[in-house]
């Protein structure tokens, strides 16, 4: 995979996690909490700047009520 496609992957997967957050009308600190990770994380998520494991999808997933 070519690194365009690497960050066209992070940002969609960040734009789909905003939207579910957004959804529920939780913060970027709510979300962090209920997953158990740092809010900076998940604002760089949802950006597009990190890619996160599956264990951190999985918690994401989680604590958005929805599935992976």
């Avoid at 905003?18 to 950006?47: C, M, P, T, V």
Wanted: glycine content about 4%; cysteine-free; overall charge positive.
């Amino acid at each position: 995979m070519k690194e365009n496609e690497r960050s066209y992957v992070k940002w969609l997967f960040g734009r789909a996690v905003r939207k579910r957050r957004r959804e529920l009308d939780f913060s970027q600190e709510d979300l962090a909490e209920r997953a158990g990770l740092h809010r900076n994380y998940i604002s760089d998520i949802e950006r597009g700047d990190r890619n996160p494991s599956l264990e951190s999808i999985q918690k994401l997933a989680k604590a958005l009520d929805t599935r992976i």
